[in-house]
C-alpha cells in the first residue's frame, strides 16, 4: 500500500480528497490526442518520417517506396559526393568516432582547426569558430554577445534557435515586424543610445523561403550603433558570387559583424559556425556556454565539412542549377493555380500554402503516396494559422526530375480538390 492510500484512507469521511500527484507529461495531453486522430484518420505522421534508404542526395526509400526527396536542406547536394566522403572515412581511420571531450580540453583536433580555415578562406574573415549545430551557434553567439543591460532586436518571424538564444541570455528582447525596415529604425530610436544592442537578422526565412531586406536593415542598425548577426542557414552556399549569402548579394562585406550558419544545410553534414572579422572574436572561445560545455564533433564529422566548404568555393556550376531548378518549380507551380509563399522564386525554397492542416495533410499524404517526400508546416513554426508544404530544392534535381515533381502535384492537387 502506498503512503498516499495510506494517507487517504486515513481522512475523515467527510474530509476533501487530496489533489492527485501531478503529473509533469500530462501538459502534453493535447498533443497526444491531436496526433492519435491524425493517425486514426488512416495518415501517415508527416513528423515521424523514415528514410529506409538513401539512394542519392535525390531519391531515398520510404515506406517501401522509392521517393524524390524535395523536403531536404541538401541544397548543394553534397551529401554524396566523393571527395567529401571519402574525407570522412580518412578521418574516421585515423582518428576514431569521436572527441570524447569538448573543444577547450581534449576535443580539438587537426580537422577542427582545418575546418575553421576553410571557413576564414570561404568567407574572407579573420575569424571563425566551429559549433556542434547551427542551433547551438546561434544559442550561444547570441547569449554570450549580449548581456545584462544590452538589447537584442530580433525580426518576430526568427528561427527557434534565435528566440532561444535571447532565452538564454540576460538582455532584454525587442521584437520588430518581419521584413519591415520602418518597424525596425522606430524600435531601435526608442532605445536608450548609450546601451549595447545587437540585431539579428536572417538572410532567408525558412518556412515562407523569403529574404530579408538586409541592406536597408543594416543601414538603420548602424544608424543607431547596433551590431548586427545574419544567420545565412538557408544561403550558404548559392546566393552572391562566392556563395556567402544574402549579405554577399546585397553588397554588405564589412557591414555584417557576425555570420552564422550550419553544415546541415548546403555543406551536406552537421555542425554550425560563427564568423567575424571583430578583432577580439576569439574571446568567444572563453565565455560562450554552449561552446564550452558540449562535446565536439567528430573528426569524420569536420573533415567531411572543411572538404564540402572547400569545394562550394568553386561550384558555380552548381549554383546556375539549383537557381534554374528553383526557377522552373516556382514557376510552374504558380502557373497551376497553387499560392505560393512568395510571388518570385526568391531562394531554394517554395512554399506552397494551403487553407487549414486537413487540406494540407490531405496534399502531403497524396503527394507522398505519388513516391514525392516534401515538409508540412504548421503553426508554430509558421506563422499563425499558416499551413503549407515547404519544397527545398537541390543542385542535383534534374530537370527531368523537377518536370516529374510539377506533374506529381498537378495530380495531387486535382485528387485533393486544391485545384480545379
Known amino acids: 500500500m502506498t503512503e498516499a492510500v495510506q494517507a487517504a484512507q486515513s481522512l475523515p469521511a467527510d474530509a476533501a480528497p487530496l489533489a492527485p500527484e501531478r503529473d509533469l507529461m500530462s501538459k502534453f495531453d493535447g498533443l497526444i490526442a491531436e496526433r492519435q486522430a491524425l493517425l486514426d484518420s488512416g495518415v501517415t505522421d508527416p513528423f515521424a518520417i523514415v528514410m529506409e534508404q538513401v539512394k542519392s542526395p535525390t531519391e531515398a526509400v520510404i515506406k ?56 576564414r578562406d570561404f568567407y574572407g574573415m579573420s575569424g571563425a569558430i566551429v559549433f556542434s549545430t547551427g542551433y547551438m551557434a546561434n544559442l550561444g553567439m547570441i547569449s554570450t554577445l549580449a548581456g545584462k543591460g544590452d538589447y537584442v532586436i ?26 519591415d525596415v520602418t518597424d525596425l529604425d522606430k524600435r531601435l530610436g526608442r532605445l536608450p543610445a548609450e546601451a549595447g544592442k545587437l540585431v539579428v537578422l536572417e538572410g532567408v526565412y525558412s518556412m515562407l523561403g523569403d529574404i530579408a531586406p538586409l541592406k536597408e536593415m543594416v543601414a538603420v542598425a548602424k544608424k543607431h550603433n547596433a551590431m548586427v548577426l545574419v544567420d545565412e542557414a538557408h544561403s550558404m552556399g548559392f546566393f552572391g ?3 556567402r549569402g544574402v549579405y554577399e548579394e546585397q553588397g554588405l562585406e564589412g557591414e555584417v559583424d557576425f555570420v552564422v550558419g550550419t553544415f546541415s544545410k548546403s555543406v551536406g553534414t552537421v555542425g554550425g ?15 560562450c556556454r554552449p561552446y564550452i560545455f558540449t562535446a565536439s564533433l567528430p573528426p569524420s564529422v569536420v573533415a567531411t565539412a572543411e572538404t564540402s566548404i572547400r569545394k562550394l568555393m568553386h561550384a558555380h556550376n552548381k549554383r546556375a542549377h539549383l ?10 507551380l504558380k502557373d497551376m493555380g497553387f499560392r505560393l509563399g512568395t510571388e518570385t522564386p526568391d531562394s531554394a525554397i517554395v512554399a506552397v500554402i494551403l487553407d487549414d492542416q486537413e487540406q494540407a495533410v490531405a496534399m502531403w499524404q497524396a503527394l507522398l503516396d505519388g513516391g514525392l517526400y516534401v515538409n508540412m508546416a504548421r503553426p508554430p513554426a509558421t ?14 534535381h534534374s530537370a527531368a526530375q523537377i518536370e516529374t515533381v510539377l506533374g506529381m502535384f498537378r495530380a495531387a492537387g486535382q485528387a485533393v480538390g486544391v485545384l480545379g
Not at 99 to 104: C, E, K, L
Not at 167 to 172: P, V, W
Not at 323 to 332: C, I, K, Q, S, Y
Request: charged share 20%; net charge negative.
Open 273 to 287: 559556425f560563427c564568423v567575424s572579422n571583430h578583432p577580439k572574436f576569439e574571446a568567444i572561445r572563453l565565455a
Open 323 to 332: 537557381w534554374e531548378n528553383a526557377r522552373t518549380l516556382h514557376g510552374g
Open 241 to 243: 558570387p562566392n556563395g
Open 154 to 179: 530580433l525580426d518576430a518571424d526568427s528561427h527557434a534557435s534565435i528566440y532561444d538564444g535571447c532565452k538564454q541570455g540576460y538582455a532584454e528582447i525587442v521584437r520588430f515586424r518581419h521584413n
Open 383 to 396: 506563422p499563425a494559422g499558416t499551413y503549407l508544404l515547404r519544397c527545398s530544392l537541390c543542385a542535383e
Open 64 to 119: 517501401g517506396k522509392d521517393t524524390i526527396l524535395l523536403g531536404t536542406y541538401n541544397y548543394m547536394g553534397m551529401t554524396f559526393d566523393p571527395d567529401v566522403i571519402q574525407a570522412g572515412k580518412d578521418a574516421l581511420d585515423q582518428f576514431g568516432s569521436g572527441t570524447n571531450g569538448s573543444r577547450m580540453l581534449n576535443g580539438t583536433f587537426r580537422d577542427h582547426m582545418g575546418c575553421e580555415q576553410a571557413l
